[in-house]
T-cell receptor
């Protein structure tokens, strides 16, 4: 079974621009969670989508948003990029049955650099 | 919100020795506690997890123990090997769904 995939793998943007990242979960998984990883703040939860609905949200500003499609693929968008948004963005998929506290499997991440 | 503290931040051991990493958490309602290993430039990989209805779980050289009363859980790696060198993260599930709060990570170095 194919693992979690993320595109693009690397991205360079300038301040003020916006960016869209994509995540394809493991086949059959219905939940996609997004995390931001930085050396200073570690791994921080952004939001979770399950069956096209946002089920959980972390403490990030409204510039960070996401959505999920009917095939469970998810996108996250960051508008008005700031230098501090430079990070590795990871998505994780889980939940065949639709429960919670499920095993989460991470994608390879998208490395975003904001200049 | 949930706070997860992880210790130590770095750990150096000799090949063949054991390594122990400990995490404490604050939300007594949490029921799921996974551990991830992240090698340089790679994705976090789930290595073991434990749920609140058990106190210990073992998978070959790796074990996790959970003390719900004291709100701490630990990762034990026995007979360490150089390929165990990586950053290890503990995590705690919070709220409803699949939201994980992570510890700050432990850099494990296994010297041969």
């Amino acid at each position: 079974k194919a693992g979690v995939t993320q595109t693009p793998r690397y991205l360079i943007k300038t301040r003020g621009q916006q960016v869209t990242l994509s995540c394809s979960p493991i086949s059959g998984h219905r939940s996609v969670s997004w995390y931001q990883q930085t050396p200073g703040q570690g791994l921080q939860f952004l939001f979770e989508y399950f069956s096209e609905t946002q089920r959980n949200k972390g403490n990030f500003p409204g510039r960070f948003s996401g959505r999920q499609f009917s095939n469970s693929r998810s996108e996250m968008n960051v508008s008005t990029l700031e230098l501090g948004d430079s990070a590795l963005y990871l998505c994780a998929s889980s939940s065949i049955a639709g429960g919670f506290d499920d095993e989460q499997f991470f994608g390879p991440g998208t490395r975003l650099t904001v200049l | 919100g949930e706070n997860v503290e992880q210790h130590p931040s770095t750990l150096s051991v000799q090949e063949g020795d054991s390594a122990v990493i400990k995490c404490t958490y604050s939300d007594s309602a949490s029921n799921y506690f996974p551990w991830y290993k992240q090698e340089l430039g790679k994705r976090p990989q789930l290595i073991i997890d434990i749920r609140s209805n058990v106190g210990e779980k073992k998978d070959q050289r790796i074990a996790v123990t959970l003390n719900k009363t004291a709100k701490h859980f630990s990762l034990h790696i026995t007979e360490t090997q150089p390929e165990d060198s990586a950053v290890y993260f503990c995590a705690v599930s919070v709220e409803y769904g699949n939201k994980l709060v992570f510890g700050a990570g432990t850099i494990l170095r296994v010297k041969s």
